[in-house]
């Protein structure tokens, strides 16, 4: 399936929203799913799973937050004020983020990875960036230790 855009979005409760960052939108997925480590971690929040329903508490107050009914063994977040696949604030990544995501291959790689999948990306426009994860990983061996010897003649000291 192709990723249209990557955005952030919110559910929205009573207490208060709750807010879903790096939502993929992908126009012919049939369900909007949720990593719910994500969820929680993002919210401060925990899920308390029940026969018939869920609960999203608040992890300091212990309040329910948001309550969901199972429907065909999942819990969809319903949330009245937004849309169905919506996803708000949607910002296209720069290639040097892919590039990292992707595990730091070179730019020719990624640039063929973006457009096979078309993937939504940023050209930027100085391509002579150099990431410092990639010059690190590059690196063979530590830095000399500064020296304390001091020679007098040449070829005294060799090192």
């Not at 296209?92 to 790689?109: D, E, Q, Y």
């Not at 830095?143 to 090192?159: A, N, V």
Request: one cysteine or more.
């Amino acid at each position: 399936m192709r990723i249209s855009h990557v955005g952030k979005s919110f559910v929205h409760t009573p207490r208060r929203d709750l807010l879903l960052n790096n939502v993929l939108y992908i126009p012919e997925a049939n369900k909007n799913l949720i990593s719910v480590h994500r969820l929680t971690s993002e919210n401060r929040a925990f899920i308390e799973y029940h026969p018939d329903h869920l609960l999203i508490k608040d992890q300091a107050i212990r309040k329910v937050l948001h309550r969901a009914c199972c429907e065909g063994g999942l819990y969809p977040l319903k949330s009245s004020s937004s849309p169905n696949k919506a996803a708000y604030g949607v910002v296209k990544a720069s290639a040097s983020r892919w590039h990292a995501r992707l595990g730091h291959p070179s730019s020719v790689i990624v640039h063929q990875i973006l457009s096979r999948n078309q993937l939504p990306f940023v050209s930027e426009m100085n391509k002579d960036i150099v990431c410092d994860a990639c010059q690190q990983g590059k690196s063979h061996q530590l830095p000399y230790p500064r020296s304390t010897s001091i020679s007098s003649k040449p070829l005294e000291l060799f090192f």
